[in-house]
């Protein structure tokens, strides 16, 4: 199976601040990553699909970037609905293997 | 409105069973790829496993902790999805989410998911 590490677990940051959460993959997965939000107590939801294209409907403020193995989530300048768990998921192959998450706290 | 609705999520013994549903409404559920996500108390997102459309063959593929005791069906005459789970363990308690694979532009060939059901929980304690 396909380990997939974020870093940093948990961050600490401002409302207008901007964060870069990072996602390693344990081989090359391409551009076959996923990123997703998790808001407490909710479900998930989709963010940027192909490791750097943005799900219609969400906020410009997110990007991604990286292939091969290493990626990146950047948030250009928070909200105060950003602070939420985020998710890196591989979908190179099955099972589809998500990172263990990035805690965003204020 | 696109929406998942889990149900069946309940307490169970470790060695039971449980089927899980999510009812599809809001797209064509039949060319729909689906899959179960779970999430453990306080811990993050495990991949369950999926289900292709039937014109995809409606094959399935799963996780190595839940294979050979959790089957995952569909029923597209009732746009339902199901998960039967067997042979219980305390380590399958979660919040169990279905998902639909994302079907805009090239969105499906990396197979994200951008509809999730609001989840259920199963909780698997003697």
């Known amino acids: 199976d396909i380990q997939m590490t974020q870093s940093p677990s948990s961050l600490s940051a401002s409302v207008g601040d901007r964060v870069i959460i990072t996602c390693r993959a344990s081989?090359?997965?391409?551009?076959?990553l996923n990123w997703y939000r998790q808001k407490p107590g909710k479900a998930p939801n989709l963010l940027i699909y192909a490791a750097s294209t943005l799900q219609s409907g969400v906020p410009s403020r997110f990007g991604g970037s990286g292939s091969g193995a290493d990626f990146t989530l950047t948030i250009s300048s928070l909200q105060p609905e950003d602070f939420a768990t985020y998710y890196c998921?591989?979908?190179?192959?099955?099972?589809?293997?998500f990172g263990q998450g990035t805690n965003l706290e204020i | 409105e696109v929406q998942l609705v889990e149900s069946g999520g309940g307490l169970v013994k470790p060695g039971g069973s449980l089927r899980l549903s999510c009812a599809a409404s809001g797209f064509t559920f039949t060319n729909a790829w689906m899959s179960w996500v779970r999430q453990g108390p306080g811990k993050g997102l495990e991949w369950v496993g999926h289900?292709?459309?039937?014109?995809?063959?409606?094959?399935?593929d799963y996780a190595g902790p839940v294979k050979g005791r959790f089957t995952i069906s569909r029923d597209d005459s009732k746009n339902t999805l199901y998960l039967h789970m067997n042979s219980l363990k305390t380590e399958d308690t979660a919040m169990y989410f279905c998902?639909?694979?994302?079907?805009?532009?090239?969105?499906?060939?990396?197979?994200?998911?951008?509809?999730w059901g609001q989840g259920t929980t199963v909780t698997v304690s003697s």
């Open positions: 081989q090359n997965i391409g551009f076959y």
């Open positions: 289900i292709k459309s039937r014109r995809d063959g409606a094959t399935t």
């Open positions: 998902a639909k694979r994302c079907t805009n532009g090239v969105c499906p060939y990396y197979h994200a998911m951008d509809v």
């Open positions: 998921q591989q979908s190179f192959n099955t099972p589809r293997t």
